[in-house]
């Protein structure tokens, strides 16, 4: 039924998946994850969409929203990079450079000197020049591999040689200096980079800074394709995300799936709800609590009114709920979801459905912090 990271019936991570899907580092940091199907008792949050669709309108609505709320002095977090999170979000990069990208300015890639912090037993000198530290700074930027690579970038506005303390700031100077474009480049070039060191350390496969360079030109170029590709027609299928918290509010699973078209706001609102119920069921959750923000939807499942062309989907919710020992809907305000917006819009980027659970998604976990200061 789904898509999964996890085979269901074995219970276990699918490695294979996950490692034709993730690079060396991160596979076997996923698989190291122990999973559980005991899971304390859950609240199930899905989110909708009024108007049954997530337009990139509702992106910038976020990430300008967030970008205000620092610029007039108010934001509660302090943290310097948030401008710099909304700047990524309209970013025209594939969703895994992405999330990539996220991790390298959280100083949250498995370089050597990360792994060696966490315990794992390995050496923290670099594995391609031997003379310093293998940090993200010393991977992706100074060490004499990246250099050669970065000398290719005539335009870049920014001087990557000078002392920066880590990516964010000088994504944050591309920011302030440069174009979202060059931001691309950056990001891109440091995830090709990323990947090359990867394969030389996994594979034996040394690759010129041309061919580093080229490669993150390519990837560019047909995301961009991609992207016009994927616009054509009557406009962005409808998409649907879920979120299952525990009641610590850790998110435990997460769910995005974009829609074969654009379906009416109510439909998205009801499959999204459905596919949360069965969610929740498959993770064998006892007590759950629906939020929503549509109203109409809160008031037919408890009213039990189920007239109309969704009825056979909500007497399917409500056929789904009644093996939970109990189960509550309630009524939220829009903006109290950032975390499953950004979801939804992922699945737009990435066009396909994706299940985690155990683990966050990655391109949330900054969310889900921010929401918890
Ligand atoms: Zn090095």
């Not at 992922?346 to 921010?370: E, M, N, R, Y």
């Amino acid at each position: 039924m789904v898509s999964s990271l996890i085979d269901i019936e074995n219970r276990r991570w699918n490695a294979e998946l996950i490692r034709s899907l993730f690079l060396p580092f991160d596979a076997n940091t996923i698989l190291n994850i122990p999973l559980s199907y005991n899971l304390p008792k859950g609240k199930v949050i899905w989110i909708g969409n009024r108007k049954g669709e997530f337009t990139v309108r509702s992106a910038y609505y976020i990430t300008l929203k967030v970008i205000e709320s620092d610029e007039v002095g108010e934001s509660s977090y302090g943290d310097p990079r948030i401008p710099l999170w909304g700047k990524m979000w309209l970013l025209k990069i594939p969703a895994k450079i992405w999330i990539f990208s996220w991790r390298a300015c959280m100083n949250a890639l498995p370089t050597k000197l990360n792994l060696n912090r966490k315990g794992i037993d390995t050496t923290v000198s670099c594995p391609i020049c031997d003379q310093e530290a293998e940090t993200i700074m010393d991977a992706l930027i100074t060490c004499d591999s990246a250099r050669q690579v970065w000398d290719r970038w005539v335009e870049c506005p920014v001087n990557l040689s000078s002392a920066h303390l880590d990516v964010s700031d000088i994504a944050l100077k591309i920011l302030a200096d440069g174009t979202s474009k060059d931001l691309e480049t950056f990001f891109v070039t440091s995830w090709s980079l990323w990947y090359s060191r990867n394969q030389v350390v996994f594979e034996t496969n040394n690759q010129t800074p041309n061919q580093v360079w080229n490669f993150a030109r390519r990837i560019t170029q047909d995301y961009k394709e991609a992207s016009n590709l994927f616009s054509c027609g009557d406009g962005n299928p409808s998409s649907i995300e879920v979120i299952i918290k525990d009641n610590r509010g850790e998110t435990i699973a997460a769910l995005r799936m974009p829609l074969n078209g654009q379906y009416p706001s109510l439909e998205t609102e009801v499959i999204a709800l459905e596919k949360g119920v069965l969610l929740a069921k498959e993770m064998e959750l006892q007590q759950i609590m629906l939020e929503t923000d549509a109203l109409t939807v809160v008031q037919s499942l408890l009213i039990g009114n189920k007239e109309g062309d969704l009825e056979h989907l909500l007497q399917g919710i409500s056929d789904t709920l009644n093996p939970f020992s109990s189960w509550q809907i309630k009524h939220l305000k829009r903006d109290c979801n950032r975390v499953a917006h950004e979801l939804a819009q992922l699945a737009k980027f990435t066009g396909t459905k994706q299940v985690w659970k155990g683990v966050s998604p990655p391109t949330v976990q900054h969310l889900i912090q921010l929401e918890k200061v």
